[in-house]
């Protein structure tokens, strides 16, 4: 039998290409030999029926084997060493197969914590001691629009280690939804498997102990820890630190109190107890005919919630008061009123009065703000032609005015009578007057052309000057780069106020420039026509054009020079942009949030702007506040045209297609820490609309507080205070 046992194991141990043999020790005693050899008979059957089964099983191994087609399979040799069999598999020849190098590298820093490099851009190192970068993570915008578009992001969760989104299998989410569901993670938990019986039953009995260790020594020994506890308890005691239990006595008793009549407090008197609700016709016992429920109503008071009902009880008609049973809710009922006492809230509320009156900005009285224009003081009539430009002279003497039937008229503001008219070939778009004190000309400009027009009768001195400013006895240079914009004078002598004595021929544009602006020093001229690339500066004393922007982003609707320093406002339909021309920079965008800008002024010191644009808003910008509005004003019913800031007065005036004029104060302070006075005077009406289109433009006369506007009606008035 022992024989057998050995070569059993042999075999085995061959299977695993070692052996190792050990000399056998028996521990039976001389007496049991008798009953062995009783035994080695019963024991040798046994043998031979297990050696049955273990063939039975290395032939199916085998079968096994040779159907899952196990590659490689090994080779059976002699250990030089041993002296026993051993398999050898051969060698792996790495192919294609075995290439790694098109998976992603992962990240391979360590068993580390990933917290030491949170404010660190690289996560770790490598191998080589090279920096393992942090990948690049959106932000959480980026986190939602990806939810959006890849309905399965969410089934993803963030690996520290890899720092990176690592897909979740199909288990691991079947886990997590068990564990909110607060199943068992393990699928194939069976919470009614049968019981396993493993120490009883028959051959299952516990013979031998589970463990074979030692009993530990703190079994049988009094724990220090407690005796520590135990005596710190006890000298408590002693000390009087802890009393123990005294019997109740009557005096220990609970006390009940009113919580609503205690003593009166220094402070506020408490609020008073809420008061139940007073009875009503309903909780009569002899109800009135209208209160009774009909069967109707009866079910569906019983059919309601009990939280829903209006009331919790439904009235009934009893023939006497003697008759009336118990009330079922009664002890409910109790309870809930003592819980409105109880949870009463003890704080008592200031209401605060506030008239409304006091909340709106105190303004001075218009009174107060004297002068400004109130009434139309006279009024020049252009027949039915349409009316958009018009200007006032630098001494607030003349008014210039143009029409579209390019009709251009010189008249006194006084008066109101014509002195000169001028007939051009087509509509005017624009007309100017130049801001110098020392001369005197304006200019119009029509279809592809700015005239320059000398008025008659003027002083000696001032027709001489504005002759050499317009036609000098010898031009200028030309410029090193040529302009596609044309000079063309006429000779002083032949000069006249009959005829534009300058020409500035542009270059072609479907309608004529809707904007001409002077700098303040009146020798540069501005202005804005149709199309990209219509906006030219021109020198009247270099007799030179340039058009300061290649590209510009959008349609330019108006341009202004800043009142003192070089620069120049440039506004888009949403945008006002601010450019040095010395330094040709870009200063700062300004947003108003106007769909469409219409119209733009600066005030003469040059530190605010106002726009207005065709969705009815007026804002006021502080250039050194901010590119945000400081306010914005609504009070035109329809979209403006027109605005414009008085030179010396605190006043500024907005038209509209409402046929409206509003008149503003504005008192702008040296202080840069108080705000700007914005208060609304005069709302002035006298101008018609015509086919949906009101007063196209306001200015103001430069010494007076007077202002001059045009209309759609034909009409050019005069507003004096």
Not at 282 to 308: C, F, I
Not at 406 to 433: N, Q, Y
Request: one cysteine or more; hydrophobic letters at 35%; glycine letters at 4%.
């Amino acid at each position: 039998m022992g024989s057998e046992d050995e070569g059993e194991e042999g075999d085995d141990t061959s299977d695993d290409g070692e052996v190792d043999e050990f000399p056998e020790i028996d521990a039976r005693s001389d007496t049991e030999d008798d009953e062995e050899a009783e035994a080695e008979v019963e024991e040798s059957e046994e043998d031979e029926d297990e050696d049955e089964e273990d063939e039975s099983d290395e032939d199916e191994s085998d079968a096994s084997e040779e159907s899952l087609h196990v590659w490689p399979k090994p080779k059976t040799v002699i250990s030089e060493i041993t002296g026993q069999p051993k398999r050898v598999y051969p060698e792996i020849e790495p192919d294609y197969d075995s290439d790694s190098s098109t998976e992603d590298t992962p990240n391979r820093v360590g068993n580390i914590p990933m917290h030491w490099y949170d404010d660190l851009p690289h996560v770790g190192y490598d191998i080589n001691g090279k920096k393992v970068l942090r990948p690049a993570r959106g932000d959480e915008l980026d986190k939602f629009l990806k939810t959006v578009e890849d309905p399965e992001s969410w089934t993803s969760a963030f690996d520290k280690n890899l720092q990176m989104d690592k897909p979740l299998t199909a288990e691991e989410l079947d886990i997590i939804r068990r564990l909110q569901e607060n199943e068992n993670p393990d699928a194939n938990y069976d919470p009614y498997e049968p019981t396993v019986e493993w120490f009883t039953g028959k051959g299952k009995e516990e013979v031998m102990p589970l463990s074979a260790a030692p009993e530990p020594k703190r079994r049988w020994i009094p724990s220090k820890w407690e005796k520590q506890k135990v005596m710190k308890i006890v000298r408590a005691i002693r000390q009087g630190r802890i009393l123990p239990n005294k019997p109740k006595t009557a005096d220990n008793q609970p006390q009940f109190y009113a919580i609503w009549n205690d003593e009166p407090a220094p402070g506020p008197a408490p609020p008073p107890a809420p008061k139940p609700r007073l009875p009503g016709h309903a909780e009569s016992y002899n109800p009135p005919e209208e209160y009774l429920p009909t069967p109707e109503e009866r079910a569906k008071w019983e059919a309601t919630d009990p939280e829903d009902r209006e009331r919790d009880f439904l009235p009934q008609k009893y023939a006497a008061l003697r008759l009336v049973p118990a009330y079922d809710n009664f002890i409910k009922e109790r309870f809930n009123r003592q819980l409105d006492l109880y949870l009463a809230p003890r704080v008592q509320r200031v209401k605060l009065q506030i008239d409304p009156e006091s909340l709106i900005p105190k303004l001075p009285s218009p009174n107060s703000l004297r002068p400004f224009p109130v009434y139309k003081s006279l009024q020049v009539p252009h027949g039915d032609v349409r009316v958009r430009a018009i200007s006032v002279s630098p001494d607030g003497a003349w008014v210039v005015s143009g029409d579209e039937s390019g009709v251009v008229r010189l008249w006194e503001v006084i008066v109101g009578k014509e002195v000169k008219r001028w007939t051009l070939k087509s509509k005017v778009g624009a007309v100017e007057w130049c801001p110098r004190t020392d001369v005197s000309f304006f200019a119009v400009a029509v279809e592809d052309h700015i005239h320059f027009i000398v008025p008659p009768n003027l002083p000696g001195p001032v027709l001489t000057a504005t002759q050499h400013v317009l036609t000098p006895a010898h031009l200028p240079p030309p410029p090193a780069n040529p302009s596609p914009v044309k000079w063309s004078s006429v000779p002083a002598a032949q000069s006249s106020s009959d005829s534009p004595v300058l020409t500035l021929n542009l270059p072609s544009s479907p309608e004529p420039p809707k904007q001409l602006v002077w700098h303040r020093k009146g020798d540069y001229l501005a202005s804005v026509s149709e199309g990209q690339g219509g906006v030219w500066i021109h020198q009247v004393s270099r007799r030179h054009s340039q058009a300061p922007f290649k590209k510009v982003k959008g349609t330019v609707q108006l341009v202004l020079f800043h009142p003192i320093k070089p620069h120049f406002f440039v506004a888009t339909q949403r945008y006002v942009r601010m450019y040095n021309l010395a330094e040709q920079t870009l200063l700062k965008t300004l947003t108003p949030g106007i769909r469409w800008i219409s119209s733009m002024d600066v005030h003469p010191s040059g530190d605010h702007l106002i726009v207005g644009g065709y969705d009815r808003k007026l804002c006021w910008f502080d250039l050194e506040l901010s590119d945000k509005p400081y306010k914005i004003l609504r009070y035109h019913s329809r979209a403006l045209r027109s605005v414009h800031f008085h030179p010396t007065y605190p006043l500024f005036a907005s038209s509209s297609d409402d046929g409206s004029i509003q008149v503003f104060h504005a008192r702008v302070y040296n202080d840069l820490m108080t705000n700007p006075l914005i208060v609304p005077l005069k709302i002035l009406r006298g101008h018609a609309v015509r086919d949906g289109l009101g007063v196209f433009s306001v200015r103001w006369v430069p010494r007076q507080p007077w202002l001059v506007s045009a209309g759609a009606d034909g009409q050019v008035a005069v507003w004096c205070s």
